[in-house]
């Protein structure tokens, strides 16, 4: 199957910056959809950007301009650059890929374990 691993989360302070990586592995035909949610204490997990095996991307109207999505597809690999960091973006941050393994073909969405990202003030 699909294993998604993150890395990269950690603490820092407010205006900083943090770089998340997720690597895909496994035995992996193809990967459509790559994104990055969230989830604070006490609120529903939210999608925070996304990227198509294309390239194109979209993003949570709070994190726009200051958070960044790219892929390799080389790499099967997702980052995410955050900068200028806020306190509200203290969270779990999810890997989440839309792929198809060689097992069936089908495409399946994917998550990683979660990094915490905690941003103090």
């Known amino acids: 199957q699909v294993q998604l691993v993150e890395s990269g989360g950690g603490l820092v302070q407010a205006g900083g910056s943090l770089r998340l990586a997720c690597a895909a592995s496994?035995?992996?035909?193809?990967?459509?959809?790559m994104a990055w949610y969230r989830q604070a204490p006490g609120k529903q997990r939210e999608l925070v950007a996304i990227?198509?095996?294309?390239?194109?991307?979209d993003y949570l109207d709070s994190v726009k301009g200051r958070f960044t999505i790219s892929r390799d597809n080389a790499k099967n690999t997702v980052f995410l650059q955050m900068n200028s960091l806020k306190p509200e973006d203290t969270a779990v941050y999810y890997c989440?890929?839309?792929?198809?393994?060689?097992?069936?073909?089908?495409?399946?969405?994917?998550w990683g374990q979660g990094t915490q990202v905690t941003v103090s003030s």
């Open positions: 989440e890929a839309e792929a198809a393994p060689y097992s069936d073909f089908r495409t399946y969405h994917y």
């Open positions: 496994g035995s992996i035909f193809a990967i459509n959809d």
């Open positions: 990227i198509s095996s294309s390239g194109g991307t």
